[in-house]
T-cell receptor, first 117, second 113 residues
Framework: GNSVTQMEGPVTLSEEAFLTINCTYT??????LFWYVQYPGEGLQLLLK?????DKGSNKGFEATYRKETTSFHLEKGSVQVSDSAVYFC????????????????FGKGTHLIIQP | KAGVTQTPRYLIKTRGQQVTLSCSPI?????VSWYQQTPGQGLQFLFE???????NKGNFPGRFSGRQFSNSRSEMNVSTLELGDSALYLC????????????FGPGTRLLVL
């Protein structure tokens, strides 16, 4: 079946540091890949996405590149801010399920990011 | 455009009771999916509805059910509540297919005592 693996943390960085959160996946078909962010007490917000190999998703200074050869979708940001403190989820959506349906999004466990001033 | 809304935001129930949660998708979105989020299991897919029909279902017992109305609004129901059902229940909508980008609501936090 499908799965997503990411570091759980917490990951603690100083403001303006470089961020990498690793994400690798296993899928039977040709998944779309997503990063979602969850702030305390809130639902999930879409951060960025990529739908095919070598696509780069970007938003608010965050980037991730869909690497089919390494089955990875690592999240990066050049200079983090205190306001980036949140839980980040890597997820995939697989369209290859028989019958054309999909079992929703498959999520990683989430990475708790703490940015210190 | 208004986002996904969920009601109520918080609920406290006791074991054995049943509960109904509501979700209104983004206007024009026809697919609604439900997820359960717990500290132990993380985010798990419950089911997806499209055009008033359940299209996919995750690995949850039959106590968990849902439905979708003609205006795409959806409800999920949990019967005979157990302590382990305490969780944040998230609803997400997408235009047509759940493989497309899903937009999440703020969730309903359910506490079962």
């Amino acid at each position: 079946g499908n799965s997503v693996t990411q570091m759980e943390g917490p990951v603690t960085l100083s403001e303006e540091a470089f961020l990498t959160i690793n994400c690798t996946y296993t899928a039977t078909g040709y998944p779309s890949l997503f990063w979602y962010v969850q702030y305390p007490g809130e639902g999930l917000q879409l951060l960025l996405k990529a739908t095919k190999a070598d696509d780069k998703g970007s938003n608010k200074g965050f980037e991730a590149t869909y690497r089919k050869e390494t089955t990875s979708f690592h999240l990066e940001k050049g200079s983090v801010q205190v306001s980036d403190s949140a839980v980040y989820f890597c997820a995939l959506s697989d369209s290859a399920r028989s019958g054309g349906g999909a079992d929703g999004l498959t999520f990683g466990k989430g990475t708790h990011l703490i940015i210190q001033p | 455009k208004a986002g996904v809304t969920q009601t109520p935001r918080y609920l406290i129930k006791t074991r054995g009771q049943q509960v109904t949660l509501s979700c209104s998708p983004i206007s024009g979105h026809r697919s609604v999916s439900w997820y359960q989020q717990t500290p132990g299991q993380g985010l798990q897919f419950l089911f997806e509805y499209f055009s008033e029909t359940q299209r996919n279902k995750g690995n949850f017992p039959g106590r968990f059910s849902g439905r979708q109305f003609s205006n795409s609004r959806s409800e999920m129901n949990v019967s005979t509540l157990e302590l382990g059902d305490s969780a944040l229940y998230l609803c997400a909508s997408s235009l047509v297919l759940s493989q497309e980008t899903q937009y999440f609501g703020p969730g309903t936090r359910l506490l079962v005592l």
